[in-house]
């Protein structure tokens, strides 16, 4: 099989396929189609140049001759289209590319065409004109290319204007053979072909990935592998062909098959390390500020992991980046306890907003779940593409996510996720310094840091619970030695108290005294009493329980001691599962939320306590009709001794939380408006297991449904 007949075939039908791809695409831009003009003008170039090697002269000729011609006319108008700010009238380019066009396809017409001579100095020309145009319309795509703000830009226009230099020499030499063979037989391949090609799946790739570097971390692996290739050649050829040419010089066999051994271990041996040095060097060498950016943000990892305080962490993190000299910029945000909003933990640059809701930046968020990161400079070049192609709606949804980035400040904003896909913070980062900062293989960096964050968070919060357990056990540690040393002297003054007063008249002015003293040791004692009860483990005698039957008897007991403009009402769920607890601990905490309604309403309103089953939970929901609880309350709900009652400990929301966790469940407040408050509490199903017999699971990260928002009002509430 000649190379030379079938080659051009092999191209047309691989550059027909590249023209195919994009022209499958479902969105096409004015680039798309310009490439796809161009990469069918090739092939069918392609194509008329092997059925005209194939068929012999005459039309054929012509045919390849006419598609040579339009070559720079589609390449020239691909060129200019392809920039960033590409005019839409047509360039002085493209009107000398039209008036060259006439006399180029006069000349192919011509009777001069098909011979010898004559033929050879009309494709002479047919080449100084495709060549020519191809050279112009490189020279203004770098020159508009050094204008652009972007740096991103700059990089991609001297990548196309590379590989637009690489293009035309390839053309050329490809024109070479369709000149010569006609003047001699000299029958030369068409040898630009593989890189023609090449150069067109380049284009192809740049303009559907929009970016340049994952280009040029291919030719970086290119030259890593070539490299290696060059080196491991030459430890064979040391170890191998060294020892046959000695041993033909000296008239003797070898030991070559040990030969071939030993330059094969040795290969094996330095073929990882070697590999690893030239990926180094060449990412320093053509990547180097991808390089220091990734070595610094590795580091800036490394010293997260040893961070334990959500302060700590901040301060780090911002560190690091600034040490980056990559980010001018930054602002770490976690979600706050409601999930209602996000705060400000650390910053860098610019003042950043303290607090953000979460309802305004929903899509956003939504989005950069999606997606990993959202890069601001992508949303409006998507934004303008949706236009362009008519898509005004989706277009402006876009341009509102860009919007939403512009009110963060942010050129990338990365989302921090946990277990379980729970969302725990954004991480926003810019550079002021240019426009498209980040290239897209360094978004894999950052998306690896904000992972990061996101363990550091989850661990920071790990240890505070850790904290906070090593803190209640010397509680209750401290709550034995406070019950002895506190609890017998109260008993003797009490005592002491109540012998005054039984020995004093009943008219004596001093009785009044001493019955503040019994009332006040009274209290004291009841203080005391209260924290032991936070402070003891709670494990009580848990069972199988009906929820709805121990809601209703609790009801039952409250019912003879609540005024009557008050209503207490239950509305049990049907068929609920049985949960694992101590009856007496759910009686109490239910009683205490029923009470702190009842204080809140001041013994007016109503209060409605309903069951129902979600999933493998059991809700308790405890309704009221009361005003309502003060912001600036809600972050110290469940904080031991935190109240605004005159005459309350504030232990019982405390209290109660500690008693449901401890039944692996918890308490947690749903809603709360003018309208009223409601509080949840929420246990695990009892699961049945092997063996016949039951089993609780372990408290669940969120709610087995989706929660209802968390409204609070500007009204007191213990």
């Known amino acids: 099989m000649s190379l030379a007949l079938w080659t051009p075939l092999f191209s047309a039908l691989i550059a027909f396929a590249m023209a195919t791809k994009v022209l499958l695409r479902s969105r096409k831009r004015r680039p798309h189609w310009l490439f796809i003009m161009f990469a069918t003008n090739v092939a069918v170039w392609y194509l008329a140049t092997f059925l005209e090697a194939r068929a012999g002269g005459g039309l054929l000729s012509r ?10 006319q589609t390449g020239v108008r691909f060129l200019r289209g392809f920039s960033l700010d590409a005019p839409d009238q047509p360039s002085a380019l493209d009107k000398w590319a039209t008036r060259l066009l006439v006399p180029m396809l006069a000349l192919v017409a011509s009777p001069w065409f098909t011979q010898k001579v004559t033929g050879a100095i009309i494709r002479a020309v047919i080449l100084a004109y495709v060549v020519g145009l191809l050279i112009a319309a490189v020279s203004a795509l770098s020159t508009r290319g050094r204008a652009v703000a972007s740096q ?6 001297r990548y196309l204007v590379g590989v637009g230099v690489l293009a035309t020499l390839v053309t050329t030499a490809d024109l070479v053979p369709f000149m010569v063979n006609r003047v001699v037989a000299a029958n030369l391949p068409p040898v630009g072909s593989i890189l023609v090609l090449a150069v067109l799946y380049m284009f192809s790739e740049v303009i559907e990935r929009r970016r340049v570097i994952d280009l040029y971390e291919l030719a970086g692996r290119f030259v890593v592998l070539t490299a290696l290739a060059l080196v491991l050649a030459g430890i064979y050829y040391r170890l191998v062909d060294w020892q046959v040419l000695t041993d033909r010089a000296h008239r003797h066999e070898g030991p070559y098959f040990l030969n071939a051994i030993v330059a094969s271990l040795v290969i094996l041996i330095l073929f990882d390390p070697l590999r690893d040095k030239m990926e180094a060097q060449i990412a320093r ?8 950016f990734e070595t610094s943000i590795n580091e800036l990892r490394r010293r997260l992991a040893h961070a334990l305080e959500p302060d700590e962490m901040g301060r780090v993190l911002m560190d690091g980046l600034d040490r980056s000299r990559r980010v001018t910029a930054a602002s770490l945000y976690l979600v706050d306890a409601d999930r209602k909003g996000l705060d400000l933990l650390a910053q860098l640059g610019d003042a950043a907003a303290r607090r ?13 779940r999606s997606n990993g990161i959202v890069v601001k400079e992508h949303l409006d070049r998507d934004a303008d593409d949706r236009r362009e192609l008519g898509e005004t709606r989706e277009g402006e949804s876009i341009a509102e996510l860009a919007h939403a980035m512009e009110s963060l400040s942010a050129s990338v904003v990365l989302p921090l996720e946990g277990e379980g896909n729970d969302l725990l913070g954004l991480l926003t980062v810019r550079d002021d310094r240019v426009r498209d900062a980040y290239s897209g293989d360094e978004f894999p960096i950052l998306k690896g840091l904000a992972a990061q964050v ?32 506190i609890r017998n002297p109260l008993g003797a003054i009490k005592g002491a108290a109540q012998w005054m007063e039984s020995t004093m008249p009943a008219g004596s002015d001093h009785r009044e005294f001493v019955g503040i003293i019994v009332e006040e040791v009274g209290r004291l004692d009841r203080v005391v009493s209260s924290f032991l009860d936070y402070a003891r483990p709670y494990r009580g005698n ?33 068929e609920l599962p049985s949960v694992r607890m101590d009856p007496e601990h759910l009686r109490q905490v239910l009683l205490n939320l029923i009470r702190n309604a009842m204080e809140a309403m001041k013994g007016v309103g109503t209060i409605v306590v309903r069951t129902r089953s979600r999933g493998t939970f059991v809700e308790v929901l405890v ?20 109240t605004t009652k005159t005459q309350g400990t504030g232990l019982g929301l405390a209290i109660s939380q500690r008693i449901v966790q401890s039944a692996g469940g918890r308490i947690e407040l749903r809603a709360s408006t003018p309208q009223g408050t409601t509080f949840c509490i929420v246990l695990p199903v009892a699961a049945m297991t092997t063996t016949g017999s039951t089993s609780t699971p372990p408290p669940a990260r969120s709610v087995a449904a989706e929660p209802e928002p968390v409204r609070l009002s500007p009204h007191p509430r213990a």
Do not use: C, W
């Open 63 to 72: 045919f390849a001759g006419l598609m040579a011609v339009l070559l720079p």
């Open 152 to 157: 991103q830009e700059r990089r991609r226009a």
């Open 285 to 292: 060498f053509f990547f180097g500020e991808r390089h220091d």
């Open 356 to 368: 953000i809701d979460l309802a305004s930046l929903r899509a956003l968020i939504d989005h950069a």
């Open 454 to 485: 996101a363990i550091v968070v989850e661990n920071t919060r790990l240890y505070a619970r850790i904290k906070e357990r090593d803190r209640l056990a010397a509680l209750g540690e401290m709550a034995a030695g406070l019950a002895h040393e």
């Open 542 to 574: 848990p069972s199988l329980l009906d929820v709805s039957s121990v809601v209703e008897r609790t009801l039952q007991l409250v019912r003879n001691d609540i005024p009557a403009e008050l209503v207490l009402s239950h509305e049990p769920g049907d």
């Open 623 to 642: 309704r009221d009709s009361g005003p309502g609880i003060d912001p600036s309350m809600r972050q110290n709900l469940f904080i031991p001794f935190s």
